[in-house]
């Protein structure tokens, strides 16, 4: 026992090897039975051994065996006569067999069942590690997808800017030069050289028209020299100002640049929002809050108004659209009423403002922020007032460059 297990420790990892000690260990226990069936107290020590056997049905024979060796020992010994001593000695040898031998196989089985549960844990575990790598790299797809059509729609803005340039402000400039070198050729005669600056100055009045719309349809007017927090405290001040309802505007976190198309989106849910207060809630005071925050850019509008049920506006909005589509008058995003406040920011309370509004302004205002992957949440209810949350996450504001 010392030899193999405290001095060979490493021994015990070994099945061939553990066999050997193990019937070796029968052996002399078997010889000291016969000797002295005392020695059965030792025999006992067997059964602690037998479970570095190698498979469970090798450790039931050694069970099998360790019994029959300590059934002989409480027989005292091999029986010394035949017939009934020998029937006695088998008699003994079977009920510790049987016990011994149950008590192995149950353990054996409950050993099976926490290996079969380690193995499944592990396994489970090997899983769950796979399927965040594969998250992890869905995310990396997701943001080079999303990185790809920014890049792809940047293009195609260029593309239809040169196109723009070329189609009006070129062609434009073209028209000048040609006018004024005809005016210069014109010799003395003074009526055409009006006539040639005339047309040079009209078409000049064209092309600064031309170059003004371009740069509003980039930006809209109030981003042009503010930040998204500016100009939104511009469009409540002067929004204020015209319906004589007072606007709280409260900017948390630190302000981030973001790109162009977001906060142009988020500008215009807050003009469409507060177009609906003035229309259809009836409202003392507004709130409009922009947060900053670690995973997401959100923009609140709160007001005090009528309130609307969600649930009439959401059926409205669909009897609206199917309306619209049989009758071939598919209305405008957002110029019309929209529905219970569109932006969630007032409507109507009783819900007939809701039935007779177009529906187009909520679509419309959903369709912008899911264009950017953003999402939109209304809460109201009657007489309670309207809150409309749209959130932005950081990797689709990202960053202007």
């Not at 029937?87 to 409950?110: D, K, Q, Y």
Request: aromatic share 6%; no cysteine; proline share 4%.
């Amino acid at each position: 026992m010392a030899w193999f297990f405290p001095l060979h420790p490493g021994w015990r990892e070994r099945p061939r090897v553990m066999g050997v000690f193990f019937v070796g260990l029968l052996v002399l226990m078997a010889t000291l039975v016969i000797r002295d069936p005392w020695f059965g107290f030792f025999t006992f020590t067997g059964y602690f051994f037998v479970f570095w056997l190698a498979t469970g049905r090798v450790r039931l024979l050694g069970v099998l065996a360790v019994a029959t060796i300590t059934g002989t020992s409480q027989n005292g010994g091999l029986p010394k006569h035949a017939g009934l001593p020998v029937v006695f000695w088998i008699a003994i040898v079977v009920i510790n067999m049987t016990v011994a031998g149950t008590l192995t196989w149950f353990s054996w089985v409950s050993s099976e069942q926490n290996d079969r549960r380690k193995q499944a844990l592990t396994d489970l575990s090997e899983a769950n590690r796979k399927l965040e790598a594969t998250l992890a790299e869905n995310a990396g797809l997701h943001e080079q997808l999303l990185t790809q059509a920014r890049e792809a729609g940047v293009l195609d803005e260029r593309q239809r800017m040169a196109r723009e340039i070329h189609d009006t402000l070129a062609q434009g400039l073209t028209g000048i030069i040609t006018q004024l070198q005809a005016a210069e050729q014109s010799g003395q005669s003074a009526e055409g050289r009006r006539r040639h600056i005339d047309r040079a100055t009209r078409l000049a009045r064209d092309s600064l028209s031309e170059a003004r719309r371009s740069v509003q349809a980039m930006a809209p007017e109030p981003l042009v020299a503010a930040r998204l927090p500016e100009a939104l405290a511009g469009v409540a001040e002067k929004w204020s100002a015209l319906h004589g309802v007072p606007v709280a505007v409260t900017v948390t976190g630190e302000p981030a640049r973001m790109r162009p198309e977001v906060e142009v989106t988020l500008l215009r849910a807050a003009q469409e929002a507060l177009a609906n207060v003035a229309r259809h809630a009836g409202a003392a005071k507004v709130g409009l809050t922009l947060s900053y925050m670690e995973d997401q850019v959100t923009l609140d509008i709160r007001d005090d108004g009528v309130g609307f049920d969600p649930d009439r506006a959401g059926a409205a909005l669909r009897a609206a659209t199917r309306a619209g589509a049989a009758g071939g008058e598919p209305g405008t995003a957002g110029g019309g009423p929209a529905v219970g406040g569109a932006a969630g920011s007032g409507a109507a309370g009783a819900g007939d403002t809701v039935a007779a509004g177009s529906g187009f302004g909520l679509m419309a205002m959903r369709q912008r922020i899911e264009g950017v992957a953003g999402t939109l949440e209304i809460e109201s209810g009657p007489g309670t007032g309207t809150a409309i949350s749209a959130s932005v996450p950081v990797t689709a504001a990202g960053s202007a460059a």
